[in-house]
């Protein structure tokens, strides 16, 4: 993602009042994380996960 499609992104929120913001990627990994919270935290955090979810 480019920075430029970062911000405009982040304009767009903005002037639409949105409170949570999700950009690029990142809507997939609030899906994820929704719906299959251990699977995204492993992918996001793999040498935490195998400390944590035992």
Do not use: A, H
Not at 1 to 9: A, N, R
Not at 25 to 32: A, E, G, I, R, S
């Amino acid at each position: 993602m480019t920075t430029e499609e970062l911000v405009k992104g982040l304009i767009f929120g903005l002037k639409n009042d949105n409170y949570t913001i999700r950009v690029g990627d990142t809507k997939l990994v609030y899906f994820l994380n929704r719906f299959f919270p251990k699977l995204t935290f492993g992918l996001v955090n793999p040498k935490k996960s195998e400390q944590y979810l035992k």
